[in-house]
Nanobody
Framework: QVQLAESGGGLVQAGGSLRLSCAASGSIASINAMGWYRQAPGAQREPVAFSISGGITNYADSVKGRFTISRDNAKNTVYLQMNSMKREDTGVYYC???????????WGKGTLGTVAS
């Protein structure tokens, strides 16, 4: 099992920045990918950014150029630096970790990020 603990959400003005952190613990050797999803009010959960073993990163088109995902393997932590935030970035941000063998998905409890205009 893998446990994920997010932190760093909060309230920010449009154009501002937030930095989210997600610390993983447990059977972390099996993890191949970590990343972030978000769920806006009344909307479905959507992928935001991923970091895959080998240094590959992937971003949703809506956040490219504004958000940066990074990993600190020594701390088993993944970060999401969110700059130039917009109102539509408001939502609950969930940390995600996945493994191929065994095929498993793990989710954090979520942290709320709110962008005020």
């Amino acid at each position: 099992q893998v446990q994920l603990a997010e932190s760093g959400g909060g309230l920010v003005q449009a154009g501002g920045s937030l930095r989210l952190s997600c610390a993983a613990s447990g059977s972390i050797a099996s993890i191949n990918a970590m990343g972030w999803y978000r769920q806006a009010p009344g909307a479905q959960r959507e992928p935001v950014a991923f970091s895959i073993s080998g240094g590959i990163t992937n971003y949703a088109d809506s956040v490219k150029g504004r958000f940066t995902i990074s990993r600190d393997n020594a701390k088993n932590t993944v970060y999401l630096q969110m700059n130039s935030m917009k109102r539509e970035d408001t939502g609950v941000y969930y940390c995600f970790a996945g493994s191929v063998s065994p095929s498993m998905e793990y989710w954090g409890k979520g942290t709320l990020g709110t962008v005020a205009s």
